[in-house]
């Protein structure tokens, strides 16, 4: 199979000093809002491809409650079930999505404007823009997110938590519920917005390319992967997952075969067979991109994403999920038919049910060395 090379080099001239130049490429940069002021050096060009943003939750909001105890409800703190346990306070804490898509981007000390789609919350540029030597790059914060206190409670009171625990999965709301008198203080959360650079050499004599090497795909049980040295990622496609559930229960009837309801697996129109009704939960959507340990912000719920983002060796990416468990366990046998009554869906087995399942973002990866 022949080598597939992907040369780098622009074939127009610049002119400097009374001399034709041409650009070779150097490396990948990132740089976010810890980065300050990034001048592109003497001699080099920048290439910029690529913008995206990260994200972090945080508990936005709390609300008061005073449930009043019974038998249907009783209090989860104490199992109190009547009027004794009346009016016990609750407070529920809901998440919020803290995301940097909202941050400024200076050129030379002036704040340029960046095409934003709104329904994927990524920025995406019509084209890449360029930058001279002396050129400067910096990227603002936006305001910052704060995270509320957990308030502490009486002894024997009870609060529901929400996701304070447990979360740090975008939509996932598992229920924590945590009673007595912990209390957690409140912080302050940043995120960045990420530029991805491409840099260049303005030589004379160009020599160095990048060569295709293989490709990758990631998904949450590769875990975390790095960039080889001498070598360069480019990742191209996020495919994510669109709704999963586990079963919760499960109903069974017989059911007669006739000319005018056969058999929908098997077409049989005599006899009987078995049709299993599933009640299905759905999972939380817990899938996350991690660059560098942060979580980049994509769309949810998505079929695929588009990238073109280029990391530098050294970089780290992490793609997680979800591991949500069936409450209970079915085997369906071949041609065997189940009812999905989540969504009214017929299907034909074999199927099972079984234990824990975990999705994942599936990343698509290209990689280069540089020769």
Request: with cysteine.
């Amino acid at each position: 199979m022949r080598s597939i090379l992907l040369i780098l080099f622009i074939q127009f001239p610049f002119v400097a000093f009374g001399q034709a130049l041409q650009m070779e490429f150097n490396r990948a940069l990132l740089i976010n809002s810890d980065s300050g002021n990034v001048v592109v050096p003497a001699g080099k060009a920048w290439k910029v491809v690529s913008i995206f943003d990260e994200t972090v939750p945080y508990r936005s909001s709390v609300s008061v409650s005073y449930p009043r105890g019974n038998a249907s409800t009783p209090d989860a703190c104490n199992g109190c079930n009547d009027a004794s346990c009346n009016n016990r306070e609750m407070r529920s804490y809901s998440w919020s999505d803290c995301s940097s898509k909202d941050a400024p981007v200076y050129a030379n000390g002036k704040e340029i404007s960046i095409e934003n789609i709104q329904s994927t919350s990524l920025l995406r540029l019509k084209s890449p823009f360029w930058l001279k030597a002396g050129d400067s790059l910096k990227v603002g914060h936006t305001p910052p997110c704060y995270s509320i206190p957990v308030s502490s409670q009486p002894s024997g009171s009870c609060w529901n938590c929400g996701t304070i625990f447990l979360d740090n999965l975008p939509g996932c709301t598992p229920d924590v519920r945590q009673c007595g008198t912990q209390s957690i203080p409140g912080y302050i959360v940043r995120v960045s917005r990420w530029v991805n650079i491409l840099e260049f050499d303005l030589l004379q004599n160009p020599t160095r390319s990048l060569k295709f090497h293989q490709v990758h795909t990631f998904d949450a049980t590769t875990g975390q992967q790095s960039v080889p040295q001498g070598k360069m990622w480019r990742i191209t496609k996020s495919l994510a997952h669109v709704n999963q559930y586990v079963l919760q229960s499960q109903t069974n009837q017989s059911v007669a075969a006739t000319p005018s309801n056969p058999n929908p697996c098997t077409g049989d129109t005599t006899g009987n067979y078995t049709r299993w009704t599933l009640q299905m939960n759905s999972c939380c959507n817990g899938e996350v991109i991690e660059l560098n340990g942060k979580e980049m912000r994509y769309r949810e719920n998505s079929v695929f994403e588009d990238y073109n983002i280029w990391l530098p060796e050294g970089t780290t990416i992490e793609s997680k999920g979800s591991n949500c468990a069936h409450s209970t366990s079915l085997s369906i046998p071949a041609q065997g038919v189940y009812f999905f009554q989540n969504n009214n869906q017929l299907r034909c087995g074999p199927a099972q049910f079984s234990g824990s399942t975990q999705y994942s973002p599936l990343l698509s990866i290209l990689e280069f060395e540089v020769q």
